[in-house]
């Protein structure tokens, strides 16, 4: 071998480091071995308990949306805007325009874009109320802030609790005390909010550079006034990042909860396809995804306006 | 032979680096020196092509190096090693693998990304941690070590890259006295076994101890190249744009080493002699 070029001390290093390398992909391999065993069983046992017919109907995907089609496409945009249907028969799956919310005269709002509109509300409220919370509770649960261990606990334990009920739990558990309508929705919304965004928060905060905070400290600055100055400074782009990303995450459940009796575009959503009022359905689908991009885009937009291309770049400052 | 021809390169409308002209024969070792901002360590990044120039080529040998692109770029990144002031070593990886990344280059994509390296690999990394006596922390994670510690990984790792040239870009910075010099101690030897050494430095008296030649920059331009003993302070007054300054341009704060290290020709092999300027 041409081991023999290194000094004794370097052979044996060498040795150790063969064995932690041969160890390694010993594990590595027992590990990928034993997933792929689990996922294999997993399957076997699900299309054991589908009464092995996944494959079998799995040809039968497309039937569904091929009976499930509008008249012409023109009546999707009908739908969408609360314009009359040449259809019409006196039945509601073709009255577009009894919905309409008259602003005066002749100008209305259509019904679906008005009860997306409660929908987006519904996220932009909760999103701010549970974010204000999460944002006041995320300081005390950081341990490079506070040195008291049952403060953090409690803290922890709190945002874990509203974390770990889906919203639509927290909401079927609101509506039954303050009666169907968006102020159960916004509630539930929030409380999931206050969770999940204070422990996005406080791990931001854990993450933060404490050089500047000793200096702070050096100069005899309240806890206040560091947390201020010192740690806000360098962990806001990175809240709003969040702030922004439970925004979107938020329309997505405020229309789920407004199938449970929340109110808003997902109760509509509900009744027109349980109908098989088709036309609906497809308005109101294409209209969510325009949603969607259009809060993405603006997202993205406002987090480069307020924060340049720093967010979670956290870190980086130190060198 | 490292051929700068007219490199200019702008930040927008500022000006980092402005017409730079510039001829490294292989084998030599070069100090640049300069304030912060006079565009140092931007030439070292246009020369390893972690910049690319605004205007104007760099050569080396046939090679139009301004110009390269996918793998031969990259086998050109291989060639020429990259050091920096902050190490950049990858912190949660232990140390022996830090240096074999030096050879991603070149390698099985698929063993790459497996973490595989050959027992001779291996082998050679070991012997470039012994090369620089840190062999014992081989098996440590790099962020486990002290700053001086780390360079010198940097340096194994540049090393394992089997460069032509080095490129340092304040390699001593933010060293202590005694590493700073380890390291330069280090970087003069590689330099003697004819890999051109390019190196961004903060002290004059570093520079002038360890450097055959020294180039200086303000604002973007050369505005002085030669050799240590034409480095009066004068001319340091006026490279470091102390003229205004009311007191004597004092060299001791530029100063890191503990005791004067005499300025040591280094052996030279014949072909390095006859390019030498």
């Known amino acids: 071998m041409t081991d023999v070029a290194l000094s004794p001390a370097s052979q044996t290093l060498l040795r150790h480091y063969r064995g932690q390398v041969l160890t390694r992909r010993i594990y590595s391999v027992i590990g990928v071995v034993l997933v792929v065993v689990a996922l294999l069983a997993a399957m076997n046992y699900a299309n054991a308990a589908n009464s092995g017919k996944f494959f079998e109907r799995l040809p039968y995907l497309f039937d569904f949306l091929k009976t499930f089609t509008p008249n012409d496409p023109m009546e999707i945009f009908r739908a969408m805007f609360d314009i009359e249907s040449p259809y ?46 999460a944002f006041g509770l995320c300081f005390f649960a950081s341990a490079n802030l506070v040195g008291a261990g049952v403060v953090r606990w409690i803290v922890r334990r709190i945002m874990e609790v509203l974390r770990a009920f889906p919203e639509i739990v927290i909401a079927g558990l609101l509506t039954a005390v303050l009666s169907i309508g968006p102020i159960a929705a916004i509630a539930a919304v929030s409380l999931h909010t206050i969770g999940a965004l204070g422990k996005l928060f406080f791990e931001v905060v854990e993450n933060a550079d404490m050089k500047p905070e000793e200096g702070l400290r050096s100069v005899g600055a309240t806890w206040l006034e560091r947390v201020r100055f010192a740690i806000l400074p360098q962990v806001l782009p990175n809240f709003v990042s969040y702030t922004l990303l439970r925004t979107e995450i938020n329309v997505r459940a405020s229309t789920i909860i407004g199938a ?3 109110g808003g575009i997902g109760e509509v959503f509900r009744l027109s396809i349980g109908r098989d009022h088709a036309a609906k359905t ?7 995804l325009v949603t969607v991009v259009c809060i993405d885009q603006f997202s993205g937009w406002l987090r480069r306006r307020l924060v340049g291309n720093q967010s979670f770049e956290l870190g980086r400052g130190a060198a | 032979m490292l051929k700068i021809s ?45 910049a690319d120039v605004s205007s104007g080529s760099i050569d080396y040998g046939g090679l139009r190096v301004s110009e390269l692109r996918g793998q031969a770029l990259r086998n050109w990144q291989r060639d020429c090693a990259m050091i920096f002031q902050q190490f950049n070593l990858v912190p949660r990886l232990d140390v022996i693998t830090n240096v074999m990344l030096g050879r991603l280059n070149g390698r099985n994509p698929v063993l790459n990304l497996l973490q595989v390296f050959s027992p001779a690999e291996q082998l050679e990394a070991l012997k470039a941690l012994e090369r620089l006596d840190i062999a014992a922390t081989a098996l440590q994670w790099a962020q486990t070590l002290s700053g001086g510690q780390q360079q010198r990984v940097a340096i194994a790792r540049a090393l394992m890259q089997g460069p032509k ?37 903060h002290t004059l008296d570093t520079a002038r101890a360890y450097c055959e030649r020294i180039i200086g920059m303000a604002a973007g331009k050369i505005v002085f190249d030669g050799t240590p ?5 004068d001319v340091a007054r006026t490279i470091y744009g102390a003229d205004g300054l009311k007191e004597a341009f004092s060299e001791a704060m530029t100063s890191t080493s503990i005791a004067p290290v005499a300025p040591l020709r280094l052996p030279r092999t014949p072909t390095n002699a006859q390019q030498a300027p």
């Open chain 1, 88 to 133: 019409y028969d006196g039945s509601l799956k073709f009255d577009y325009t009894s919905d309409r919310h008259y602003l005066t005269e002749s100008l209305y709002i259509p019904n679906f874009v008005y009860q997306l509109i409660i929908t987006v509300n519904i996220a932009v409220v909760s999103t701010i109320i549970g974010g204000s919370i």
């Open chain 2, 6 to 50: 007219n490199v200019s390169r702008r930040f927008g409308d500022k000006v980092a680096v402005s017409g730079v002209n510039l001829e490294i024969p292989q084998g030599q070792m070069v100090g640049v020196i300069g304030r912060s901002g006079a565009g140092k360590s931007t030439l070292l990044r246009m020369i390893n092509r972690l």
């Open chain 1, 282 to 288: 497809y308005a109101i689908v294409i209209l969510l």
């Open chain 2, 165 to 201: 040239m080095i490129l340092a870009d304040e390699p001593i910075a933010s060293l202590d006295p005694r590493n700073a010099q380890i390291v330069m101690d280090s970087l003069r030897d590689i330099n003697a076994e004819g890999i051109t050494v390019i190196t961004n430095l």
């Open chain 1, 260 to 262: 449970v009796g929340g």
């Open chain 2, 229 to 233: 003993d034409e480095l009066t302070t």
